[in-house]
């Protein structure tokens, strides 16, 4: 299930709730594990409903390999929505089920129909902005922090299509103008602190140069290898974003979720994230 990826996502709620002005607290506090939750049972029902494909294109996946068969990853996946679902009840209540029904309807759609589609891209765009809303108890003030994400999302999908036969050279120019378009939108919120202020332009530019480097590289030479590593690097890349887009509400946030990225890196040395 991409362990590497999934500490790409718990911080998509601690941006919501901090773009809106409530950072997490009690119960709430446990609405990034529905975020994790989520991404986990799209990764399986990914697998799932990829297996015929994979079998011809990546065999060493966990179906195809033979490891995990296609009912268990389908039994897990539907496990694990639910999972996402109760924990964002029991955490948010109303208010957060509001955004995780759809999202979990939306990965499903995703995985199962869309993915195969022009439509694919957007689809996971959404189901990214969904899950930085399911953070925001007034989601109206979430909504710039929600856009950054899920146009990010939009550009590394859309690139991601690539990672086994390359990449159009114009799909890597249309991420690049994506990351372009994320860097603006998480740098010209308004932020009340001085501190805040230099945490969230620190963490816009790494994410800038981290994501826009290897995009840059698969513009120039948008060959499999290439688009592999520029669709890592914008998967891990959410982290400093998301660092970015909290700190206009809470530094300590901020660190926190900035934190993730080296545990990540290190850990997809082990484990492909994509």
Same mark, same amino acid.
């Given at each position: ?11 998509? !709620? ?9 950072? *997490? ?18 990764? #399986? ?5 990829? &297996? ?35 924990? =964002?009840?029991? #955490? ?7 955004? =995780? ?5 939306? %990965? ?17 765009? $959404?189901?990214? $902005? ?5 953070? =925001? ?38 991420? %690049?103008?994506? !990351?372009?378009?994320? !860097?603006? +939108?998480? *740098? ?19 994410? =800038? ?17 290439? +688009? &592999? ?18 700190? &206009? ?16 890196? $290190? ?8």
């Amino acid at each position: 299930m991409r362990a590497p990826a999934a500490l790409t996502v718990w911080g998509d !709620t601690v941006a919501g709730a901090a773009a809106a002005g409530t950072p *997490l607290r009690g119960r709430r506090m446990l609405l990034p594990l529905s975020s994790v939750a989520f991404y986990w049972a799209g990764m #399986a029902i990914n697998d799932w409903a990829d &297996r015929e494909l994979d079998a011809v294109e990546r065999p060493e996946r966990p179906i195809p390999s033979g490891r995990v068969s296609p009912a268990a990853a389908l039994g897990t996946g539907a496990a694990l929505t639910a999972t996402g679902l109760g924990v =964002a009840a029991f #955490a948010g209540g109303r208010r957060a089920l509001r955004f =995780a029904a759809p999202l979990a309807a939306t %990965l499903w759609a995703y995985d199962t129909v869309l993915k195969k589609t022009p439509a694919g891209p957007f689809g996971m765009a $959404a189901c990214r $902005a969904l899950d930085v809303l399911l953070g =925001a108890p007034d989601p109206g003030r979430a909504a710039g922090a929600a856009a950054a994400l899920g146009v990010h999302t939009l550009g590394v999908t859309a690139l991601s299509t690539g990672e086994v036969h390359g990449a159009a050279p114009s799909t890597a120019r249309a991420a %690049l103008t994506g !990351t372009a378009v994320a !860097t603006a +939108v998480a *740098l010209g919120a308004p932020v009340r602190t001085p501190a805040r202020r230099i945490a969230g332009l620190a963490a816009g530019a790494v994410y =800038a140069r981290f994501v826009g480097s290897a995009q840059l590289a698969a513009v120039r030479d948008p060959s499999a290898t290439i +688009v &592999r590593r520029a669709t890592g690097a914008g998967i891990h890349g959410m982290v400093p974003l998301q660092s970015a887009l909290t700190a &206009r509400g809470s530094l300590s946030a901020a660190v926190a979720v900035a934190a993730a990225l080296p545990l990540a890196r $290190a850990l997809s040395r082990k484990v492909s994230p994509t």
